[in-house]
T-cell receptor
């Protein structure tokens, strides 16, 4: 069964900490994505990557960075966590889009910044 | 600009009754359309998609969706709702302007509540 694995289901961090959210997929997918999900706002794209060492900003990249050193791993970094970054974070991956493929999602990481 | 709208924040239906969750979209070219479901504190699960072909698409758990090009809609339907269908549903459309990323644009989500 294909999988996208997010390293933590729940995290609690302090304001100002540097936070790493890890995502690993075992499907050899080219594309990987990080979203945050907030009530009433749906899913908002933070960053995405369509190849190793490639990254592009999504709709809300401020306060975040990403790293993709290997094809299977896409990390989201909160440089200095703030309370307004408390949210559910979802990682997803997909194949080359020309075939009309959708996403496979991880289970999510619920981050609380105190 | 591409967009997706789910006009209802919540849909309430009695168990055994048919259900519809609405979705309309706007894209520049031909749309690739998707429905996902999310159970509490979980990631999103794929339900079904429309790429081309028959306008009525069948998916997981007895769900289906009808693509209507003239109304730019892709409503999710099920003939007989179950209490276990209660969840958050997202419609998504492929961003036709992204040539090599397949970035999906998601609606705001609709909470489906099925009462016994």
């Amino acid at each position: 069964d294909v999988k996208v694995t997010q390293s933590s289901r729940y995290l609690v961090k302090r304001t100002g900490e540097k936070v790493f959210l890890e995502c690993v997929q075992d499907m050899d997918h080219e594309n990987m994505f990080w979203y945050r999900q907030d009530p009433g706002l749906g899913l908002r794209l933070i960053y995405f990557s369509y190849d190793v060492k490639m990254k592009e900003k999504g709709d809300i990249p401020e306060g975040y960075s990403v790293s993709r050193e290997k094809k299977e791993r896409f990390s989201l970094i909160l440089e200095s966590a703030s309370t307004n970054q408390t949210s559910m974070y979802l990682c997803a991956s997909s194949l080359n889009p020309s075939g009309g493929y959708g996403y496979t999602f991880g289970s999510g990481t619920r981050l609380t910044v105190v | 600009a591409q967009s997706v709208a789910q006009p209802e924040d919540q849909v309430n239906v009695a168990e055994g009754n048919p259900l519809t969750v609405k979705c309309t979209y706007s894209v520049s070219g031909n749309p690739y359309l998707f429905w996902y479901v999310q159970y509490p504190n979980r990631g999103l699960q794929f339900l079904l998609k429309y790429i081309t072909g028959d306008n009525l698409v069948k998916g997981s758990y007895g769900f289906e969706a009808e693509f209507n090009k003239s109304q730019t809609s892709f409503h999710l339907k099920k003939p007989s709702a179950l209490v276990s269908d209660s969840a958050l549903y997202f419609c998504a459309v492929r961003d036709g302007g992204s040539s090599n990323t397949g970035k999906l644009i998601f609606g705001q989500g609709t909470t489906l509540q099925v009462k016994p």
